[in-house]
């Protein structure tokens, strides 16, 4: 029998069948509409407008707000890059923290994800960590591109903002990225960053995640439109995030009335493929930067031991533990301490003295990188000699 025939079978199967009560067949279209909190803004503090980038996906374009603070601390001031977290878009709450950044005299990158808010792209609402990766690759080439190069900002003083899924990212952007990156600011939550709740459902509902991906491509494949899962919904639901009550009122209370894009609370099936097998953490060592962790322990289902392995593999880590629940940390009395602790660590690592020992430290790193690896070669060089003789 021809191997491949299972595989076929299944994949017919997959196209043809409503198999799975969870999909929701697509499309989700882009609604271009200029929403109320979207727009220029022209504060006492700092000026916001919308800018346009290019993504490495040929002719799409992505989009951020600029912050430009009329007291810099420094003038090209330093720059704080942010990426939000999964499935959400930059008029989620991003105003909020962006906006004191800017108060105290940072510039700040606002960026959104293809398919997400202001930036192009389709299916709309599809989160992959390996295309994610590479718009904060593109955030950060035209941070130390175009928006340096117009005396925007100091590109030898960038730090980047990520919370949940996004602080993974800006972990790994972080590691990948020694030289130019003097500060990171990850919020994460074992629950979310690292896709505990979907390994904790156990093997089947990972395979069932799978399966829809698995679905979802071949739709695409057939000039199908996209089939999407819900994102966030109660526990017990068919949701890439369970929340209860209590979370799911604090997730959408920073959401907007209207959202850019059209967006809708249902992410691309496409994603259950790619989930399981992303592992920021393990980023973590190569990390020269400090690193401010930001945790909200309370009312989370799985337990801290993920968070604390990162924060004890991260060579320059602070941890500041926050007693409440994961989106809790945008408004509040919880949004006013966690802002206040990150611009006084944003402050103090962007300042020229301390950046400039960062960027010394990296130096120093990488040299070592390659001495180590020059080694490696030797020893390796040695071996073959020695397989000669
Ligand atoms: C401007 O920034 C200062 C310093 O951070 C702050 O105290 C003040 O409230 C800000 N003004 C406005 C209008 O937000």
């Known amino acids: 029998m021809n191997p491949l025939k299972p595989l076929l079978l299944l994949v017919g199967a997959a196209i043809v069948l409503p198999w799975d009560i ?17 727009g220029p803004l022209d504060e006492p503090n700092y000026t916001r407008e919308s800018v346009l980038f290019p993504s490495v996906e040929q002719g799409l374009q992505l989009e951020a707000w600029v912050y430009r603070p009329k007291h810099p601390a420094a003038s090209p001031p330093p720059v704080v890059v942010m990426g939000h977290g999964l499935g959400a878009q930059k008029d989620m709450g991003l105003h909020n923290y962006a906006s004191r950044f800017a108060d105290s005299g940072l510039a700040v ?6 398919t997400f808010g202001g930036s192009d792209g389709m299916p709309r ?9 590479q718009d904060w690759r593109s955030a ?3 941070v130390a591109t175009g928006l340096s190069a117009d005396g925007s900002v100091d590109a030898a003083r960038v730090a980047l903002w990520g919370t949940s899924f996004g602080g993974g990212h800006a972990l790994v952007m972080a590691g990948e990225q020694k030289d ?3 500060a990171v600011v990850p919020f994460l939550d074992g629950k979310l960053t690292l896709q505990r709740n979907l390994k904790t459902r156990g093997v089947l509902a990972l395979l069932r995640g799978a399966a829809a991906g698995l679905h979802d491509h071949v739709r695409g494949a057939l000039g199908q439109p996209a089939a ?3 994102l966030a919904g109660p526990v017990g639901s068919n949701s890439l995030m369970q929340l209860d009550e209590y979370e799911l009122e604090s997730y959408f209370s920073k959401h907007p009335k209207v959202y850019q894009g059209g967006w809708r609370n249902q992410a691309r099936a496409a994603f259950g493929l790619e989930a399981s097998s992303y592992r920021p953490i393990e980023s973590v060592p190569h990390v020269t930067a400090p690193v401010l962790y930001i945790t909200a322990v309370k009312d989370t289902l799985c337990p801290q031991e993920a968070i604390q392995a ?37 402050l103090e690592h962007l300042a020229p003295e301390a950046a400039a020992a960062t960027a010394a430290a990296a130096a120093a ?3 070592q990188d390659s001495a180590a690896a020059e080694q490696g070669a030797a020893v390796a060089g040695g071996g073959d000699a020695h397989e000669e003789l």
């Open 180 to 182: 130019a990156i003097r």
């Open 228 to 230: 999407y899962v819900r």
């Open 22 to 38: 969870a999909l929701i067949p697509g499309p989700v279209p882009r609604i271009n509409l200029q929403t109320e909190n979207t």
């Open 310 to 346: 990162a924060v004890a593999s991260t060579p320059r880590a602070r941890q500041i533990v926050m007693p409440c629940t994961h989106f809790d940390v945008y408004r509040g009395k919880e949004f006013e301490q966690v802002v206040e602790a990150e611009t006084a660590f944003l």
């Open 140 to 142: 950060l080439l035209y």
């Open 125 to 133: 609402n599809w989160i992959s960590p390996r295309r994610h990766l």
């Open 109 to 114: 990158f606002v960026f959104d994800y293809r």
């Open 365 to 367: 790193a990488a040299e």
